[in-house]
């Protein structure tokens, strides 16, 4: 569902809970209270929008437009969407990101270490400039056990705490399962893939 991380619930500790939940009374009230600091701050309001990669295609568009429907439905909040050439909105990104954007996660492997290695201090993606010495020990934690079997109790648990603190400080949400692809001849058949 929205708001759920992307990982698959074999990586994940069941016990956390790292799903945003859709509270419209809740998501009024902080809206209410919000608009009273933003009545200092008006630049900060005007300044609002929606910002995403044309790279992403059709898919990031139809997110961009069904969020902004749901703001305006549910918080009269109007919030437009801009849509930008990829180099363009990369360089918005490193320089001074908006207050709300998407860009999609490139790990460089199928696991939970690789999704949260873009959020380290120092990692190319962390666009959020995030900087969090738990969150790092979080990650050094889990590359330290690798992927064996016999530690994946401890992996899953390690994987959900990361991914708990990216949503609950940094209101970071996932949109959904991470996939990859590879092409194969036809005559190749019975192979095992690893990460």
Same mark, same amino acid.
């Given at each position: 569902?929205?708001?759920?991380? @992307?990982?698959?619930?074999?990586?994940?500790?069941?016990?956390?809970?790292?799903?945003?939940?859709?509270?419209?009374?809740?998501? =009024?009230?902080? %809206?209410?209270?919000?608009?009273?600091? /933003?009545?200092?701050?008006?630049?900060?309001?005007?300044?609002?929008?929606?910002?995403?990669?044309? =790279?992403?295609?059709?898919?990031?568009?139809?997110?961009?437009? %069904?969020?902004?429907?749901? %703001?305006?439905?549910?918080?009269?909040?109007?919030?437009?969407?801009?849509?930008?050439?990829?180099?363009?909105?990369?360089? /918005?990104?490193?320089?001074?990101?908006?207050?709300?954007?998407?860009? @999609?996660?490139?790990?460089?492997?199928?696991?939970?270490?690789?999704?949260?290695?873009?959020? !380290?201090?120092?990692?190319?993606?962390?666009?959020?400039?995030?900087?969090?010495?738990?969150?790092?020990?979080?990650?050094?934690?889990?590359?330290?056990?690798?992927?064996?079997?016999?530690?994946?109790?401890?992996?899953?648990?390690?994987?959900?705490?990361?991914?708990?603190?990216?949503?609950?400080?940094?209101?970071?949400?996932?949109?959904?399962?991470?996939?990859?692809?590879?092409? &194969?001849?036809?005559? %190749? !058949?019975? &192979?095992?893939?690893?990460?």
């Amino acid at each position: 569902p929205p708001g759920c991380p @992307g990982l698959p619930a074999k990586d994940l500790d069941s016990k956390v809970n790292l799903c945003y939940t859709m509270d419209i009374p809740m998501a =009024q009230k902080e %809206w209410k209270k919000a608009q009273q600091e /933003l009545a200092t701050k008006p630049e900060l309001l005007k300044s609002l929008k929606f910002v995403y990669s044309k =790279q992403g295609g059709e898919d990031h568009k139809r997110t961009a437009d %069904w969020l902004g429907t749901e %703001w305006k439905k549910k918080l009269d909040l109007v919030v437009p969407s801009e849509a930008l050439e990829n180099k363009i909105f990369l360089s /918005l990104l490193e320089q001074k990101p908006p207050l709300i954007f998407r860009k @999609g996660l490139s790990p460089e492997r199928p696991t939970c270490a690789a999704v949260l290695e873009n959020f !380290q201090k120092d990692h190319p993606e962390n666009y959020l400039k995030i900087e969090n010495l738990d969150l790092e020990k979080t990650i050094t934690s889990m590359l330290n056990l690798g992927n064996s079997n016999k530690d994946k109790k401890k992996l899953n648990s390690l994987c959900s705490e990361g991914l708990k603190k990216l949503k609950d400080t940094y209101r970071f949400v996932s949109t959904g399962p991470i996939h990859f692809s590879m092409l &194969l001849k036809p005559q %190749w !058949q019975g &192979l095992k893939i690893n990460e």
